[in-house]
C-alpha cells in the first residue's frame, strides 16, 4: 500500500504528517509511527501525526499524535503549530485555526508571520496529581529531591497537558551520552507512573534559557515545545523568569518564543516548515 506523507518541523522536531480529514486516522497508526520514524530505515521522524476530522463543528480539524515508539502522545507543541501550517497551507487559509485533540483539549493557534504560529497551550500545573507524580508529595513540586542514574537531582515537576521533569540550573548542558543516559532514567522514574518528559535547562539571563530534552516515547529530539513551556514556567515559579514578557528558549534545534500570563496560560511561539512530501511503501492492514 502506497502512503502519502508530508514532513514538517518545528525548530528541528520533526513529524510525519498524515492527512486523514477524509479517511479517518488508519486503525494501524501506532505501528506506522513505529515503522516510519526509524532514522535511516525509513522515513525518519521524531513520530507521526494524523490530521484527521474536528471532534466539535467550531473546530477546523483534530491533532492526534503519535511518539516514534509507537505509543500514543498526549500533547505536541511544535506539531501543533505544523498542523496549523498544514491546514493553512492546504485550503484552511485562516489566521486563526482552531484544533481538537483527543487528550489535551482545544487549542487556538495565530499565524504570526510566514511559517510561524503562536499557540495557546493552556494552563500548566505543578499538582502530584495532575503530572501525575508519585511519593513526592502533593505540590507544589517545585524542588523535589530524586535519584536516578546514581545522581542526585534537584528536579522540578510540571504538567503541561503531558508530564514534564525539569532539571534547571545546569552550569553546562550535558552531552548526547550524558542525555541518554540521564534523560532516560528519570523519564523512567518510579515517581512518574505514566513516565515523563525530561527537560535539562540553562539560565543565561531572566528573558534567555537554553535547553536540551529527553522526550517520553522518543528519545533525544532538537526541540520539545511542551518541555520549553514547562522550563518558563518552572523557573517563574522559582522567581528566576518573569511573567507577562517573551522568554527565548534555545534548542539544539532553534529558538522557541515562551509567553506566561498571570492566569498560568502558556502562549508558544515559534516556526512551522514543510521538509518535503512523499510517498511510502506500507504493508497493508
Not at 18 to 33: T, Y
Not at 192 to 219: D, K
Request: hydrophobic letters at 40%; glycine letters at 12%.
Amino acid at each position: 500500500m502506497k502512503l502519502q506523507f508530508t514532513k514538517m518541523q518545528g525548530a528541528g522536531n520533526d513529524y510525519i504528517y498524515l492527512d486523514c480529514r477524509q479517511s479517518g486516522v488508519p486503525a494501524q497508526a501506532p505501528a506506522l509511527a513505529a515503522r516510519l520514524s526509524q532514522r535511516h530505515f525509513s522515513v525518519g521522524a521524531d513520530g507521526l501525526i494524523c490530521i484527521a476530522p474536528p471532534m466539535l463543528a467550531d473546530a477546523d480539524a483534530t491533532m492526534v499524535m503519535y511518539n516514534a515508539d509507537g505509543s500514543e502522545g498526549v500533547m505536541c507543541g511544535n506539531g501543533v503549530r505544523c498542523v496549523a501550517e498544514y491546514l493553512y497551507t492546504h485550503g484552511v487559509v485562516k489566521d486563526r485555526i482552531e484544533l481538537d485533540t483527543p487528550q489535551a483539549g482545544r487549542k487556538t493557534l495565530y499565524r504570526t508571520a510566514p511559517h510561524s504560529w503562536c499557540a495557546g497551550m493552556g494552563r500548566f500545573s505543578v499538582r502530584a496529581e495532575d503530572i501525575p507524580a508519585v511519593g513526592l508529595g502533593a505540590g507544589p513540586l517545585l524542588d523535589v529531591p530524586l535519584v536516578a542514574a546514581g545522581r542526585n537531582w534537584q528536579v522540578g515537576c510540571i504538567s503541561m497537558g503531558n508530564p514534564h521533569c525539569v532539571v534547571a540550573g545546569q552550569a553546562r548542558l550535558p552531552d548526547a551520552v550524558q542525555l541518554a543516559a540521564w534523560g532516560s532514567a528519570l523519564e523512567r522514574h518510579p515517581a512518574f507512573p505514566q513516565g515523563t518528559n525530561v527537560e535539562f535547562v540553562q539560565i543565561h539571563t531572566p528573558e534567555h534559557i537554553s535547553a536540551v530534552v529527553w522526550e517520553r516515547g522518543s528519545g533525544a529530539t532538537l526541540a520539545c515545545g511542551t518541555g520549553a513551556c514547562a522550563a518558563v514556567a518552572l523557573l517563574i515559579l522559582r522567581g528566576s523568569c518573569p511573567r507577562k514578557k517573551a522568554v527565548e528558549v534555545t534548542m539544539p534545534g532553534g529558538t522557541l518564543s515562551v509567553c506566561v500570563l498571570e492566569d498560568d496560560t502558556v502562549l508558544l511561539t515559534g516556526p512551522a516548515r514543510t521538509v518535503f512530501e512523499g510517498v511510502v511503501e506500507v504493508p497493508e492492514g
